[in-house]
């Protein structure tokens, strides 16, 4: 089992800056992408930004505003929010795709972290 747990998320004002982490323990044997969606009210999860290697995508609401990274050595995934809007209001899932490894067998899996919520608001 693979375990990802989040935090960092809070109360903000707009404008200002938060960030999260994600570290992920367990049998792991490699973990491909690490990414972070978030699902605001009576909205669908989105992708808001995602890391394989040395590449990274991010959603068009929050480029230049939000920098994922990663910290291969302590299977931890950041995400950096700068410049934050009421809009970007809600819950932050971290989620992995990932080699694990029980008793010398290995399988593909997705893990999702349970989630941490982020407030923007005066």
């Known amino acids: 089992q693979v375990q990802l747990v989040e935090s960092g998320g809070g109360l903000v004002q707009p404008g200002g800056s938060l960030r999260l982490s994600c570290a992920a323990s367990g049998s792991i044997f490699s973990i491909n992408n690490m990414g972070w969606y978030r699902q605001a009210p009576g909205k669908e999860r989105e992708l808001v930004a995602v890391i394989s290697g040395g590449n990274t995508n991010y959603a068009d609401s929050v480029k230049g505003r939000f920098t994922i990274s990663r910290d291969n050595a302590k299977n931890t995934v950041y995400l950096q929010m700068n410049t934050l809007k009421p809009e970007d209001t809600a819950v932050y899932y971290c989620?992995?795709?990932?080699?694990?490894?029980?008793?010398?067998?290995?399988?593909?899996?997705?893990?999702w972290g349970k989630g941490t919520l982020v407030t923007v608001s005066s």
């Open positions: 989620n992995a795709d990932l080699i694990e490894q029980i008793w010398g067998h290995r399988r593909v899996m997705v893990y």
